[in-house]
């Protein structure tokens, strides 16, 4: 039986966006400055470490994290009415329904927050294994959250894929040794995924008969 885990932020909805676009403007109007995408990139699907950071030592010091993590926080909780399935992501989705794969979801963020999401789309009871950033030490790019997933779904390494639309995301299920294609967003648009990984601009784009023929 074949699996397939999906990414949840910035793959299945457009939350990477809206957490962008949250972000620069907080930094923007509290502090004066740009974050550069190079910065941006390193934080996408992971930890928000460097983006402190940077922040820490472009301000010498006067960045507050607690602020700074409070206030995007009560932005996206905010906006959760207004979040989307990313477009044509159902598509993927119901062909592995279809088909019947299991279906898992292996997210660097909280259950707290992944949870309500797809029981607004009404996909909660698709999924046979959902791992989030409470269940493992290490989030992304560790594999721990996949290796976690495809366990739960007891399916053979050969038959399991991973979709994503970040760099930590690709390494993570990379290492845990998936088949993985990326569909960047607008805000992942930019990044080099690894050689050999096969990148598609949007979700109609991706060949599913020739993706999940092995």
Known sequence: MKAIIFDFDGTMIDTENLWHEATMSYVRE?????????IYEQIIGTTEE???DYLNEATNG???QEAFTAHIEEQLYAGIDQLELREGFKRVFDY????????GLATSSGRDW??????????L????????????????????????????????????????????????????????IAVPNAATAGIQFPKGVPVYPNFDAVPLEKVFAN
């Open 30 to 38: 509290t502090y004066g400055i740009e974050v550069p995408a190079s």
């Open 50 to 52: 460097p983006l402190h």
């Open 62 to 64: 006067k960045f507050d």
């Open 96 to 103: 592995a329904v279809q088909n019947g794969f299991k279906i």
């Open 114 to 123: 992944v949870e309500p999401i797809l029981k607004k789309f009404d996909l």
């Open 125 to 180: 009871p698709y999924f046979s294994s959902i791992q989030t950033a409470d269940d493992v030490e290490k989030i992304k790019p560790d594999p721990t959250l996949y290796l976690q997933a495809k366990a739960e779904l007891a399916s053979r390494t050969e038959k399991t894929y991973a979709v994503e639309d970040s760099l930590n995301g690709v390494i993570a299920a990379q290492k845990a040794g998936l088949s993985v």
